[in-house]
């Protein structure tokens, strides 16, 4: 930052008095919600609006740095968090007792056979095979290896789900969990990347869509992998849990942990931003064929950084389910783990991370209130209804009530997009 | 031949009736990606929306005492077409064209149409619960059985209707689009908005002319599929998906791309979450193998992933998709 002008010194200060006070205003706003609501609510609503900041930090460096189109966020999260769970619960030694473990170890070893056997058809066309001979063979083989790898699992994952429910965690730390997650969910994101970055943002959008929406129908119905609707708990946490230390002690930890996890986090990420590396990611951003015409590999920058994010996602998903001690896949939906990382990012300013964790840490605080706050308004609702038109409530007030709540989600993001486009920590441009 | 007849009726019919949904919904939305060139995620709610706005009309209406031997949902349809297309400019005036106007990248404006998606479900659950719902106001279907001499090939009156509906969508569109001045224009802008507009085209009569057809074919996919299974507020949310592979299946603003496009998707959804081992059981004897109770190529839980993997496949070997629309 040797060049750094005095005009831009300048307008640094003036955003970061604004940061100060905006962050401060936050923590008096916790430190409100600790008074009413109580310490141990306020400890578990930090956490949470924690993990959604690293989660909001994965989405800000794709959106706000990269211009990717992200809504698989829910796919991601559920992807990671999972990842994390398989590593970290306890061992089921009901399932590596039984013979339902080899037969599924075997089962994996055709998993890969067949994943090797298409990648080297799908590959056919470097050594002379017409390219669309290559291609019709790809999707031939793709779907008959499809079909044998389902009749193979078939039979192994009855077994298990017979005789031991099912396969049980690796029974390794939390936080190798956690990596985990992050690598998993960086992995998925990887494949999708390299199929869709290269064509227009609004395919990326589409495929991340499905692609959520495609892990969770699989988790769901892989009862031998994650019990299903059985749901998986208890999470182990990489902290003393609240039945050892107290709710008090216990979150506390935990919430250091996160805290300090989302500070490094965002110390490597600011420094990787102001980092010719972040300089490039701009660039290619503002304008794509003039970074081309540089000679920077737009696609594999983009690529580095899509699978950075999801990483990211991956974590936090993993943070925010462990800290609940819960798995269920059915609990995994849009508006929670996608749109409202969405309204957090871009309220918060896209393209600055302090942004992103306020807006993060903000829209979760309201979020969370806003449950209690849309139920008492429809109850007040209903009975001046009742009272003054005789109109009788329907019977799901309650459930509708929070519906409220989806449509506030949409209003703020369009309102969002068209009076604010910048956020209320705009990003600053770094000059130097 | 009984379980030929299954197979029509399952597999065909079945592929024709959700193709048919999949084709209507698609060519809206690759004619919005073609002329406004971004991907309309709200279309899906906005066919939920025409089906829950005919609800009401047969609530209000079916006291009347209106018979002319068709469901009133589907007496209304014009109505609700003509709503559904006002309905759909004005969520552009509201919510796309100030982006527009403001130059924002068409990105902004997919994630502006998300967020109408988002308002539009939310307030669809607000006013009418998440209940199911019947668009026939407790009468029954009516059903043709056409005899074949063995079992009867089924065929639901909307499922005729529907597909009736949609040919005829895409003939009087096909009309329009070549002979009409305004669908000219519409393929016009679609294929170089500059150029068209130096010729004098005027960009909102288009905009205007795409959202008329585009909600107006919605509110008939919506309508329509509402009366094939339960009105339900999430009816066409899980949708999307199908339609966004079929658009860009059949190639980013072609119509035709799209039609074809939805009948691929919905022939392959329906055909391979199909239980194939009914059609070989006549030949279980001679086969070499014992036949598995189900042996379809995805099992049901799994229909969703038949478009998606479309889409990939369609992604990563020919972007452009059959009928070579635009990749930028």
Same mark, same amino acid.
């Given at each position: ?13 003036? @955003? ?211 019990? @299903? ?193 910048? @956020? ?9 | ?69 068709? =469901? ?169 998906? =199908? ?86």
């Amino acid at each position: 930052m040797a060049g750094l002008s005095a005009d831009s010194r300048h307008h640094e200060q003036r @955003g970061f008095g604004r940061d100060v006070a905006l962050f401060s205003a936050l923590f008096a706003l916790i430190l409100l919600v600790a008074f009413v609501q109580g310490s141990p609510y306020a400890l578990r609503m930090t956490v949470e609006a924690f993990a959604y900041a690293l989660i909001a930090i994965g989405l800000n460096i794709q959106w706000g740095y990269a211009g990717l189109f992200n809504v698989g966020i829910m796919g991601l999260i559920l992807a990671g968090s999972f990842a994390s769970l398989f590593v970290s619960f306890p061992v089921n030694a009901a399932f590596w007792a039984s013979d339902a473990a080899p037969q599924l170890g075997m089962a994996f070893l055709w998993l890969i056979l067949a994943v090797v056997i298409v990648g080297l058809i799908s590959q056919s066309w470097r050594v002379g095979v017409p390219k669309g001979l290559s291609t019709a063979l790809t999707i031939i083989s793709g779907a008959i290896a499809f079909m044998v790898i389902q009749s193979v699992f078939d039979a192994p994952t009855t077994a298990v789900e017979r005789q031991a429910g099912w396969i049980g965690g690796l029974g390794l730390h939390p936080l190798v969990g956690w990596a985990a997650a992050g690598l998993v969910a960086g992995l998925i994101s990887w494949v999708i990347g390299k199929i869709c970055l290269g064509l227009r943002a609004d395919y990326l959008a589409i495929a991340t869509l499905g692609i959520a929406q495609i892990i969770k129908t699989f988790l769901r119905n892989a009862d031998w992998l994650t019990r @299903g609707t059985l749901t998986v708990s208890p999470l182990p946490w990489p902290v003393p849990t609240p039945l050892d230390v107290g709710f008090l002690w216990g979150r506390s930890y935990y919430l250091a942990l996160s805290a300090a996890l989302l500070l490094v986090v965002y110390l490597l990420i600011q420094r990787a931003y102001h980092a010719p590396w972040g300089r490039m990611m701009r660039a290619i951003r503002d304008n794509e064929a003039a970074a081309a015409s540089m000679g920077k590999n737009v696609n594999g920058r983009r690529l580095e950084i899509f699978v950075l994010g999801g990483a990211l996602m991956g974590i936090g998903g993993a943070l925010l389910v462990h800290f609940n001690q819960l798995f269920d896949p059915a609990g995994f939906v849009d508006l929670n783990h996608t749109f409202l990382v969405w309204v957090m990012v871009i309220l918060g300013g896209a393209g600055n991370n302090r942004g992103a964790i306020f807006g993060a840490v903000f829209v979760y605080i309201v979020w969370v209130m806003s449950e209690p706050a849309a139920t008492a308004l429809f109850r007040l609702a209903s009975d001046l209804g009742r009272d003054w038109f005789d109109w009788v409530p329907p019977a799901d007030l309650q459930s509708r009530a929070l519906q409220m709540r989806v449509f506030v989600i949409g209003l703020t993001i369009t309102l969002v997009l068209r009076f604010a486009p910048h @956020g209320v920590l705009p990003e600053r441009i770094a000059r130097g | 031949m009984d379980e030929l007849i299954f197979f029509v009726n399952r597999g065909l019919i079945g592929g024709l009736v959700i193709g048919s949904i999949y084709a209507l919904g698609a060519v809206g939305v690759t004619l919005i990606f073609g002329i406004l060139r971004f991907a309309h995620f709200a279309h899906g709610d906005v066919m939920t929306a025409a089906a829950f706005a005919t609800l009401v009309l047969v609530g209000l209406l079916s006291g009347l005492g209106i018979d002319v031997g068709l =469901p009133l949902a589907i007496v209304l349809l014009p109505v609700v077409f003509v709503l559904t297309a006002l309905f759909t400019i004005g969520l552009d005036r509201a919510f796309y064209k100030p982006l527009r106007a403001r130059g924002a990248r068409p990105v902004v404006l997919v994630m502006a149409s998300i967020g109408v998606t988002l308002m539009l479900q939310g307030l669809i659950r607000i006013v009418f619960g998440t209940g199911n719902y019947d668009l026939l106001g407790g009468e029954r279907k009516v059903i043709y059985r056409i005899p074949t001499g063995f079992r009867d090939i089924v065929l639901s009156q909307p499922q005729a209707l529907l597909i009736i509906l949609t040919a005829l969508s895409v003939i009087c569109l096909h009309l329009f689009l070549t002979r009409s001045r305004l669908g000219k224009a519409m393929r016009a802008v679609s294929d170089n908005p500059d150029l068209a507009r130096v010729t004098g085209i005027s960009l909102d009569t288009v905009v205007n002319a795409t959202w008329v057809i585009g909600g107006g074919l919605a509110a008939i996919a919506g309508v329509m599929l509402a009366l094939d299974v339960n009105l339900q507020p999430d009816l066409a949310y899980n949708i999307l998906l =199908p339609i966004f592979a079929a658009t860009i299946l059949g190639g980013i603003g072609q119509p035709y791309g799209a039609v074809a496009g939805g009948y691929v998707v919905g022939f392959s959804e329906t055909l391979a979450v199909f239980n194939w081992s009914v059609l070989l059981r006549p030949f279980a004897g001679v086969l070499p193998f014992d036949l598995p109770a189900n042996l379809s190529v995805v099992p049901n839980e799994y229909r969703l992933a038949v478009p998606f993997v479309i889409l990939i496949i369609v992604l990563i070997y020919r972007p452009t998709g059959i009928f070579k629309g635009r990749v930028f």
